[in-house]
């Protein structure tokens, strides 16, 4: 039973536009959600996090926005820029601050020149 | 920034034998580490969550006995893939956990068993 899910495998945007990457969730004891950035053969880089009580945290070219409601929440990158190709993890946090996280099953963004 | 070590990167072990991962906290304590597999195109699945000093706790489905794991300082704990097989190849990831810094993955290590 996945409780983080990244239904689109690969998206593929052109420079300069927007990114949208999109997650759902099914556990409500999630209290942070993450989104990490992750290269082939490397571990993944924590990029933004959202406490469940908010609905969008910003930082730089990053915005996820959280909608409780739907048990959704998503990811925009804008500008979007070549060096952002890589696997995106949305992750959810169970157990509070000593918790562990959940993770999806990712998403490939290629940003095209 | 916080950075956490793993090693090896990559290793390559007969069917049978045992593999050691390392992972090391270079520049703060971790308080929790956390040992996560992937298999290509899935997630990373948590297999066992490790505090310093105390035993670790093993996912559903996670055989303890085969994937050894001590955590014997706030900097390093291991994980152990005893008497491998084939099906164990999989890339294998830790992350330690700090108050101030968060989640810190280290690089990953690529075992592949033949």
């Known amino acids: 039973d996945q409780q983080v899910k990244q239904n689109s495998p690969s998206l593929s945007v052109q420079e300069g536009r927007i990114s949208i990457l999109n997650c759902d969730y099914t556990?409500?004891?999630?209290?942070?959600f993450l989104w990490y950035k992750k290269y082939p053969a490397e571990g993944p880089t924590f990029l933004i996090s959202i406490s469940s009580i908010k609905d969008k945290n910003e930082d730089g070219r990053f915005t996820v926005f959280l909608n409780k409601s739907a048990k959704h929440l998503s990811l925009h990158i804008v500008p979007s820029q070549p060096g952002d190709s890589a696997v995106y993890f949305c992750?959810?946090?169970?157990?509070?601050?000593?918790?562990?996280?959940?993770f999806g099953k990712g998403t490939k963004l290629s940003v095209k020149p | 920034g916080a950075v956490v070590s793993q090693h090896p990167s990559w290793v390559i072990c007969k069917s049978g034998t045992s593999v050691k991962i390392e992972c090391r906290s270079l520049?703060?304590?971790?308080?929790?580490m956390f040992w996560y597999r992937q298999f290509p195109k899935q997630s990373l699945m948590l297999m066992a969550t490790s505090n310093e000093g105390s035993k670790a706790t093993y996912e559903q489905g996670v055989e303890k006995d085969k994937f050894l794991i001590n955590h014997a300082s706030l900097t390093l704990s291991t994980l152990t893939v005893t008497s491998a097989h084939p099906e164990d190849s999989s890339f294998y990831i830790c992350?330690?956990?700090?108050?101030?810094?968060?989640?810190?993955f280290g690089s990953g290590t690529r075992l592949t068993v033949v």
């Open positions: 992350s330690a956990l700090n108050r101030v810094y968060g989640y810190t």
């Open positions: 556990n409500s004891m999630f209290d942070y």
């Open positions: 520049d703060f304590q971790a308080t929790t």
């Open positions: 992750a959810g946090r169970i157990g509070g601050s000593q918790g562990n996280l959940i």
